[in-house]
């Protein structure tokens, strides 16, 4: 499995983006895809999953009411659409595909290369 990511810029705070993670070989409906984020100086941290079949998400508490995570069976692609957002959202935001529902990292079997989000105040 590869996982493209992409969407990634600078916008003003209040602004939004909106963020696609490509993913090329079989996915399956028991598949999680998350994203995560991670600001200079800072651990990675958990944004939001999906579950690829059945289509139910989890949020962070800090992104709840702003980001919305959506897929699209027949792209295999994800997105984040991101709104409201705030200085403190900037980070380079990865996605990733895990087997099961987590939101630790590590378990995470695969990676996309990552899309740098700045968001000026």
């Known amino acids: 499995v590869q996982l493209q990511a992409s969407g990634g810029g600078v916008v003003q705070a209040g602004g939004s983006l909106r963020l696609s993670c490509a993913a090329s070989g079989r996915t399956f409906s028991s598949h999680i895809m998350g994203w995560f984020r991670q600001a200079p100086g800072k651990e990675r941290e958990f944004v939001a999953c999906?579950?690829?079949?059945?289509?139910?998400?989890y949020y962070a508490d800090s992104v709840k009411g702003r980001f919305a995570i959506s897929r699209d069976h027949a792209k295999n692609t994800v997105y984040l659409q991101m709104n409201s957002l705030k200085p403190q959202d900037t980070a380079v935001y990865f996605c990733?595909?895990?087997?099961?529902?987590?939101?630790?990292?590590?378990?995470?079997?695969?990676w996309g290369q990552g899309t740098e989000v700045t968001v000026s105040s």
């Open positions: 999906i579950r690829w079949g059945s289509g139910i998400t």
């Open positions: 990733a595909q895990a087997l099961r529902y987590t939101e630790q990292p590590s378990s995470y079997n695969y």
